[in-house]
């Protein structure tokens, strides 16, 4: 790389580095994820030197191709098995009774059981849903689906999830629907 190329990059570096990283900031929702994306984004730009034409639009869409690996890639690491569902769920057993504590874990087992036959991207809009609270249009985003499908996947997943818990607890579907007073 000549001195005069150097200087360019840098310029470009300089000039372009705080609205990508907070651009893609906004995609990953965590500062680390986005430092690491952008240095990859910065290193790939280089890396085609002169072949890139408008280096500040392959800069943006690099980064974003990047971030959706990166979300795709946890996503599908945590979804994969709904794993520890009392963690998810916040539910504690310091200060319980053993009794309290049985059923927490019988209630979260069977929630994790409930939960795990769900097709694998019903699966993930639920849990996204569930237990991270994100938008429809988060998940949609971060599944690269429809607003419209993920709405579909969380009532397919509240449908069967409260199905395999009436077959559970052998309860009739008109009364697991009736308010509780």
Same mark, same amino acid.
């Given at each position: 790389?000549?001195?005069?190329?150097?200087?360019?990059?840098?310029?470009?570096?300089?000039?372009?580095?705080?609205?990508?990283?907070?651009?893609?900031?906004?995609?990953?929702?965590?500062?680390?994820?986005?430092?690491?994306?952008?240095?990859?984004?910065?290193?790939?730009?280089?890396?085609?030197?002169?072949?890139?034409?408008?280096?500040?639009?392959?800069?943006?869409?690099?980064?974003?191709?990047?971030?959706?690996?990166?979300?795709?890639?946890?996503?599908?690491?945590?979804?994969?098995?709904?794993?520890?569902?009392?963690?998810?769920?916040?539910?504690?057993?310091?200060?319980?009774?053993?009794?309290? +504590?049985?059923?927490?874990?019988?209630?979260?087992?069977?929630?994790?059981? +409930?939960?795990?036959?769900?097709?694998?991207?019903?699966? +993930?809009?639920?849990?996204?849903?569930?237990?991270?609270?994100?938008?429809?249009?988060?998940?949609?985003?971060?599944?690269?689906?429809?607003?419209?499908?993920?709405?579909?996947?969380?009532?397919?997943?509240?449908?069967?999830?409260?199905?395999?818990?009436?077959?559970?607890?052998?309860?009739?579907?008109?009364? +697991?629907?009736?308010?509780?007073?």
């Amino acid at each position: 790389m000549t001195d005069a190329a150097h200087e360019r990059f840098s310029v470009f570096f300089a000039e372009t580095r705080q609205g990508l990283l907070r651009y893609v900031r906004r995609l990953t929702r965590s500062r680390e994820a986005a430092e690491d994306i952008v240095q990859e984004t910065y290193a790939r730009t280089l890396a085609r030197g002169d072949q890139v034409v408008a280096s500040q639009s392959y800069l943006f869409v690099t980064a974003r191709h990047l971030a959706w690996n990166s979300s795709r890639h946890h996503r599908t690491a945590a979804t994969e098995t709904v794993g520890d569902v009392d963690e998810l769920a916040g539910i504690e057993a310091d200060g319980v009774s053993p009794e309290e +504590a049985l059923i927490a874990e019988e209630a979260s087992l069977l929630l994790r059981q +409930a939960i795990e036959r769900l097709p694998e991207q019903c699966r +993930a809009a639920f849990a996204l849903k569930v237990f991270h609270a994100c938008s429809y249009k988060d998940i949609a985003d971060q599944l690269g689906i429809s607003t419209k499908t993920v709405e579909k996947h969380i009532a397919r997943g509240l449908r069967e999830t409260h199905a395999y818990l009436r077959r559970r607890y052998q309860l009739p579907a008109k009364a +697991a629907d009736q308010p509780h007073d």
